[in-house]
């Protein structure tokens, strides 16, 4: 077991913390606060809610949390060390050389800081990067890797291994690259407040509704291409380039940072917010955050692309009461409905993604389908047992009832986390030529492999099932 040591456990460094300790680290949080241990379990709590649902796999089992106040033992043993202390340079020249000094050779160790560049941590003489992530760090997978390339590469990998997206930033520079283009925005919805031009809560309904939704999957400039039309990039320099020269923004000025203008912003964001608390808001974005993500996942854009490849490394199968586990995952807020429980649908909807994996076994996978033949669904039977609830870990399992000829019939169980039955799903599948698009016989690979676990489930009982799917097959000119 990997072991990741977090020293400085507030937002950040919990959401670290959230983040390894999910993906199966061990985690050693240091923080001199006694509240240390109740902050970063509620980090934990919104973590262990939307992680997961991010996923169709289960994550692996979450590793061991621990809380230390001494530095040295926090960080022994760990593979990797994030520095996540308040952002003062003269406190990050304490904790790091006191890190290298307790920690081993071959640790990385990465600072949270969203300013300072690895020159000015190391005046001292250490070796640590600049790993820059952004909250929530359990659920938005971006983090800046700032400083010498060969440790970036390590860190990298081992990035990609709990589902973020690395990016080596290539030079120095203050802020690194997403604070910067931040702190441009900020810069200029400060003026438009001041100048009552705009609220806090229009300034934040202007990019909710707009560019925010563009950005989530295209970014800036393949946004701008598309605003180009048919011609391009090219097109758009020249037809909205001439309007950076225009005295639209006061990029280059700020407004000064007054008790007036700290009073105005505070009073607009408590009207706007203020009847939610924190830890709502966190959940309402939270929700909102693996919505889109999920959302983005289907066509493998931005964020979706990052979780669809980090899922593809996740270890799925294993056993379940003799039958094959084919579904191992947590049920998202997406999938519940107005009681609070996962909505009748998604019963179904867990049991064909059962259905898919099952197929990849027996080898009638997407080159399967890409070469022209499939399984089609004709019949399902679903049997409501017990709730389910958001945040639930939800593990099916396949049953071959049938295996002949043309036909696959499964029965799937649907378990909750309490080893209670929530569910049974029948589905009845023929073979199909996708070309004629009528049933057709499977190839042999796939008639043996499917035959093999029909022999296999033969004499285990399947109550619930045969009382209504496989009675009548349809015709296959109807297919």
């Known amino acids: 077991m990997s072991k990741a040591a977090i020293i400085g456990g507030g937002v950040i460094g919990g959401g670290w913390a959230a983040r390894f ?44 949390l621990s809380f230390h106040t001494d530095l040295a033992e926090a960080v022994k043993g760990a593979k990797w060390v994030q520095e996540s202390v308040p952002e003062t340079l003269e406190l990050k020249h304490r904790v790091l050389p006191a890190i290298q000094a307790a920690v081993g050779p071959d640790a990385i160790i990465g600072s949270s800081t969203s300013g300072f560049k690895p020159s000015e941590l190391n005046a001292a003489g250490t070796r640590a990067i600049v790993a820059h992530p952004f909250n929530p760090v359990y659920l938005l997978p971006l983090v800046e890797l700032v400083g010498d390339p060969d440790t970036c590469a390590q860190a990298a990998e081992i990035l990609r291994g709990i589902g973020m997206f690395p990016l080596h930033v290539r030079k120095e520079i203050d802020a690194h690259i997403a604070d910067r283009l931040l702190e441009a925005v900020w810069r200029e919805a400060l003026w438009l407040v001041k ?31 598309i605003a180009g039309g048919e011609a391009g990039m090219k097109h758009f320099m020249a ?26 912003i505070a009073s607009q964001s408590d009207a706007q917010s203020g009847h939610l608390s924190i830890r709502e808001l966190e959940r309402l974005r939270d929700d909102n955050v693996v919505g889109m993500i999920r959302a983005l996942r289907r066509s493998g854009s931005g964020a979706g692309g990052v979780v669809r490849a980090h899922e ?54 997407a080159a399967y389908v890409a070469s022209g033949k499939s399984y089609f669904t004709v019949e399902n039977h679903v049997r409501y047992l017990d709730e389910v609830h958001a945040g639930e870990r939800l593990t099916v399992t396949t049953q071959v009832l049938a295996a002949e000829g043309k036909k696959m019939q499964l029965f799937h169980r649907l378990w909750r986390e309490d080893d209670r039955l929530a569910a049974t799903v029948e589905t009845l599948l023929l073979h199909t030529d996708l070309t004629t698009r009528r049933t057709s ?39």
């Open 21 to 64: 300790l999910l993906n199966g680290w061990d985690v050693a949080v240091c923080d001199p606060d006694p509240e240390a241990g109740r902050k970063i379990g509620e980090v934990l709590a919104n973590a262990r809610r939307s992680l997961p649902a991010l996923y169709d796999r289960a994550l692996p089992a979450e590793g061991k």
């Open 195 to 225: 100048d009552g031009v705009a609220t806090t809560e229009e300034i934040d309904e202007s990019i909710r509704m707009a560019f925010g939704i563009r950005w989530a999957q295209m970014g800036l400039f393949e946004t701008y291409r």
């Open 239 to 264: 037809q909205f380039g001439p309007a950076l020269s225009w005295p639209w923004t006061k990029l280059m000025d700020v407004p000064e940072f007054n008790d007036a203008l700290v009073d105005l």
């Open 312 to 365: 593809g490394g996740l270890v799925q199968g294993g056993e379940h009461e003799g039958l094959p586990i084919t579904v191992a995952r947590q049920v998202p807020t997406t999938w519940t409905d107005y009681n609070g429980h996962m909505n009748e649908t998604h019963y179904l909807e867990a049991a064909s993604i059962a259905t898919d994996r099952f197929m990849e076994m027996i080898g009638a996978d």
């Open 441 to 479: 016989l499977p190839e042999p690979q796939v008639t043996a492999a499917l035959t093999g676990w029909a022999a296999r489930h033969a004499a285990m009982p399947a109550d619930g099932a045969g009382r209504f799917v496989g009675q009548r097959v349809p015709a296959p000119e109807t297919v």
